[in-house]
Nanobody
Framework: QVQLVESGGGLVQAGGSLRLSCAAS????????MGWYRQAPGKQRELVAA???????NYANSVKGRFSISRDNAAKMVYLQMNNLKPEDTAVYYC??????????WGQGTQVTVSS
């Protein structure tokens, strides 16, 4: 069973940076596609960025050029570097693990608040 624990959220001014981390437990981490999602109040959860087992990445258009996802398979970690943050990036950010189209687990979420 996969368990995910996010950390690194907080309050930052617009234009600032944060780095989110997601620690995973369980076997075969390197086979999973790992993703970061976010959910703002009153809105649906949306994909922010994802990275496959082979290292391919994809990003939401709203964060391209500002956010970067990476993974360390040996440490079972996935990261989201967020630069040039905007107030509209304010949300709870969740880590997600998938194998194919099967969702293995969600983390508990970490709050990111960007002040203007």
């Amino acid at each position: 069973q996969v368990q995910l624990v996010e950390s690194g959220g907080g309050l930052v001014q617009a234009g600032g940076s944060l780095r989110l981390s997601c620690a995973a437990s369980g076997s075969f981490f390197s086979l999973n596609t790992m993703g970061w999602y976010r959910q703002a109040p009153g809105k649906q959860r949306e994909l922010v960025a994802a990275i496959t087992s082979g290292g391919s990445t994809n990003y939401a258009n709203s964060v391209k050029g500002r956010f970067s996802i990476s993974r360390d398979n040996a440490a079972k970690m996935v990261y989201l570097q967020m630069n040039n943050l905007k107030p509209e990036d304010t949300a709870v950010y969740y880590c997600n693990a998938k194998r194919g189209q099967i969702i293995l687990s969600w983390g508990q979420g970490t709050q990111v608040t960007v002040s203007s």
